[in-house]
């Protein structure tokens, strides 16, 4: 599976943006879905899942500021950034933790938050 995450951009400072990532219905109601980020230089992290019962967990990095939630109608998890900050630049992703165990990940989307 190769999921496909969407919604990033350029954002000042204390900006928010919401990211979007589709699935299939097969893969998306049955599976824990993730939120993953990749800076420059660093390695990717996990940043927050949600189960398909809807129980969430977030990093302490980003803990009060994003929120990850989902759609069941739409096979779509979201991740709402509120109060952006320059460390946050990263790509970000969207995965399952089967896939991103075994080093499957679609094409991720950019967010540049500048200072």
């Known amino acids: 599976v190769q999921l496909q995450a969407s919604g990033g951009g350029l954002v000042q400072a204390g900006g928010s943006l919401r990211l979007s990532c589709a699935a299939s219905?097969?893969?998306?109601?049955?599976?824990?879905m993730g939120w993953y980020r990749q800076a420059p230089g660093k390695q990717r992290e996990l940043i927050a899942t949600i189960t398909s019962a809807g129980r969430t967990n977030v990093a302490d990095s980003v803990k009060g500021r994003f929120t990850i939630s989902r759609d069941n109608t739409k096979n779509t998890v979201y991740l709402q950034m509120n109060s952006l900050n320059p460390e946050d630049t990263a790509v970000y992703y969207c995965?399952?933790?089967?896939?991103?165990?075994?080093?499957?990940w679609g094409q991720g989307t950019q967010v540049t938050v500048s200072s």
């Open positions: 995965n399952t933790p089967v896939d991103a165990i075994r080093g499957l």
């Open positions: 219905r097969s893969i998306f109601s049955n599976n824990v």
